[in-house]
C-alpha cells in the first residue's frame, strides 16, 4: 500500500503544480498552450485506436484508467454513450470534473491498486495512455491489466500503453537546479520513482490479462517505451 500512498501524493503535487505539464511534458511548464493540450488529447487517442485497430461503438461504455484531468475522457465522450475515469489522484480528479461538466462521464478517485469501485463486467471498453509506465511497481501494472478483465463485460476491448524499455526508467539525465525547481521555473519529482517508474514484459501482459480472463491479441512498437496493447475479454 506504500507504494500506492506514495503515488496518491506525489500525483497530488504534481496537479497542484501544473496539472496539464504533468498530464503531457511536450508543454512547456508553467505555461501551456492550453488549445494545444486538448487538441493533442484527441490526436493521441486517435492514433492510439488506430494503431490497435480499435473502432469504438456508440453504444459503448468506456473506462479511462489514470484519467488525470480529463484529457482522453474530452475526447473519446462524444463518440460512446458515456464514460468512467479513475485517477489515484484526488486533485487530478477534482480538476477532470471541472473540465468534463456536462458530459456524461462517471469520476473515482482510485486506490492506486486496482480498478474499484467500478463494478464487475460494467464496460465494454478500457483505454490508457502514459500512466501504467509511471508506476514504480510493475506488479501493480500487472494487478492493473488483471483487473482490466473483472471490469469488462464479455467481448469487451481495452486499448493500453505500458513500457516495455525497463533501461528508460534507469537512466541518468540532467535534473534541473533546485533553485529552478524552488521558483518554479523547472518542473519538481522527476527524480521520484512515481515519476521515473517502471516497464513489464509483454509476456507477462499477456499472463496477466489471461489470469484476468482476457487474451492479449495485438501488440505495437512492443520492446519500448510506448509499447501498446490491445486485449479482449473472452466470451
Known sequence: MADADHMARFWDARARE???YFVDNRLQYGDGDEAWFWAQG??????????LDVTPSPEDVVLDVGC????????????VRASVGIDVSAEMVARARE????????????????????????????ISLVVFQHIPDPQITLGYVRDIGR??????????????????????????SKLKQLVRRAPRGQDDPAWRGSAVSIPEVRAAAADGGC???????EGTQFCLVRLRRDG
Open 151 to 176: 471490469v469488462l463485460k464479455p467481448g469487451g476491448w481495452a486499448a493500453i500503453h505500458v513500457s516495455g524499455d525497463p533501461d528508460i526508467h534507469t537512466a541518468d539525465y540532467k535534473m534541473p
Open 42 to 51: 484527441e490526436r493521441d487517442l486517435a492514433q492510439m485506436l488506430e494503431l
Open 99 to 126: 473540465n468534463l461538466a456536462g458530459l456524461p462521464v462517471t469520476l473515482h478517485v482510485g486506490d492506486g491498486m486496482s480498478l474499484q469501485p467500478v463494478p464487475d463486467a460494467s464496460v465494454d471498453g478500457v
Open 68 to 79: 488525470g484531468v480529463g484529457r482522453l475522457l474530452k475526447a473519446i465522450t462524444p463518440q
Open 18 to 20: 501544473d496539472a496539464n
Open 215 to 221: 487474451t492479449l491479441e495485438h501488440t505495437h512498437a
